[in-house]
């Protein structure tokens, strides 16, 4: 298959499929106000789906962090089909090697010596470890991280799927189990019979992780098995809006070039240790620009007991939009706070309206904390899981008074 390349004139007109909405696009954006203005670049998932690119818009009045929404826009690289198999697999030789930037025989890792020797030693140490991930319409990486074959990758790689095909660095090929799923997190686990010659990962502390150390990514960027690309942590604790009204927080953001099917892929440091798991990227041509974002490894060991167990873990649900408020909102809205949540729509039968929220009230405390933005509400929303109850504080005709809104999973053709 044709590899998909850039240029700069589509650059400027897209050369992408008609946008679609799925199932989770229910209302029209002149409903929902905008959580935010729309970033130009794009943040895309990591997911790999064969050799050409389709833009995919989401209008989302549901939060995936928490139902809270406005309309936004949410891209995926996508295609009818996988990797043609002469790209995806190449040959066994192929795959046992390491990448022109990764010798065979580099010496033991660390943050001495030079970039080549470090990668290399990275690279000989947990390349065996990484999988190719191929989940019918497309594909991803993974890493084994227990003897008994489970193995961790994003929740996007495997979405919709049951079974998928875990391909190993020597090609073998293996049907995997979809065990656990978090799609708030976009964290997945896969079990998998290991072949012989397959350890697990070293899972490193992600708390420890400072900014100007090494990071060293291993995956399946556009389908090209066991690549290992290399760059420095640029930011710790990032929280970030990818654009769909979530909010992924406490991310690792690296200049790794990371790229469509790297995602669920290990991001390493100099001693081989995986510190987070690459999810998405922030680029205004769908491709590398220098801004990754992973789930902190850590993250992903506290979730791990759940998923393997085989919890499917979906974000919560409030059921409103709104707006951030500040002095101009304020003003406009004829409000005497100039801090909360404007609420300027709420769901019909959401748990939101259940729990007797109105259009036009101001949210300014969610479980007793104060709540001075949407990302803050969104932040407070996912902490719980459907069915939880979640207390907000809210100000209704300047008067202050406590609702509890017993918090749903959102509806598969609602916000």
């Known amino acids: 298959m044709e590899p998909y390349r ?37 943040t895309a998932r990591l997911r790999k789906r064969g050799g050409a690119a389709a833009l995919v818009l989401a209008l989302i ?52 010596g030079s970039s080549s020797t470090v990668a290399g030693a990275v690279y000989n140490k947990v390349n065996r470890s990484v999988v190719q991930i191929i989940n019918g319409q497309g594909t991803g990486s993974g890493f084994v991280v227990d003897q008994s074959g489970l193995g961790l990758t994003n929740n996007h790689v ?14 073998t090929k293996r049907e995997g189990q979809v065990l656990g799923t978090n799609s708030n997190i976009d964290l997945a686990v896969v079990k998998v019979d290991l072949p012989e010659n397959v350890a697990p990962v070293t899972m490193g502390d992600s708390d420890k992780v400072q900014v100007g150390e090494t990071a060293i990514a291993i995956g399946s960027p556009f389908g090209l098995d066991q690549t290992v690309t290399q760059g420095i942590i640029s930011a710790v604790h990032r929280d970030w809006n990818p654009g769909d009204g979530s909010v992924q927080r406490d991310l690792i953001q690296s200049d790794t070039p990371i790229n469509p099917g790297n995602s669920g892929g290990p991001l390493l440091n100099a001693d081989g240790e995986v510190i987070g798991i690459n999810t998405m990227i922030e680029s205004p041509v769908r491709g590398s ?11 992903a060991k506290k979730l791990l007991p759940k998923l393997a167990s085989g919890e499917k ?37 959401a748990p939101a309206e259940q729990a007797g929220l109105q259009a ?51 509806p598969a053709q609602n916000p």
């Open 289 to 299: 620009v220098g801004v990754g974002f992973s789930i902190p490894i850590n993250t």
């Open 158 to 171: 495997v979405e919709g799927a049951n079974q998928v095909e875990v391909v190993f660095s020597d090609g």
């Open 6 to 42: 850039y240029t700069p004139e589509q650059n400027d007109k897209p050369q992408f499929a008609e946008p679609v909405i799925p199932p989770l696009a229910s209302q029209p954006a002149s409903t929902t106000p905008p959580l935010a203005p729309q970033p130009a670049s794009t």
């Open 360 to 410: 036009g009230d101001v949210i300014t405390a969610a479980d007793g904390q104060p709540i001075t933005s949407m990302n803050e509400l969104v932040s407070a929303v996912s902490e719980h899981a459907p069915g939880d109850t979640l207390k907000l504080t809210i100000e209704r005709n300047d008067k202050a008074q406590d609702l509890s809104v017993t918090l749903q999973a959102r």
């Open 61 to 112: 009045a549901g939060a995936a962090g928490g139902g809270v929404a406005g309309a936004v826009a949410a891209t995926r690289l996508s295609a009818q089909a996988p990797v043609a198999p002469s790209i995806a697999a190449g040959s066994n030789e192929q795959r046992g090697a390491p990448s022109s930037s990764a010798p065979a025989t580099a010496p033991s890792s660390g943050q001495s």
């Open 313 to 349: 873990i979906e974000p919560a649900w409030l059921g409103i939009s709104g707006q951030s408020i500040d002095a101009d909102v304020a003003q406009q809205q004829g409000l005497s706070t100039q801090t909360g949540v404007f609420v300027g729509e709420v769901v019909p039968g």
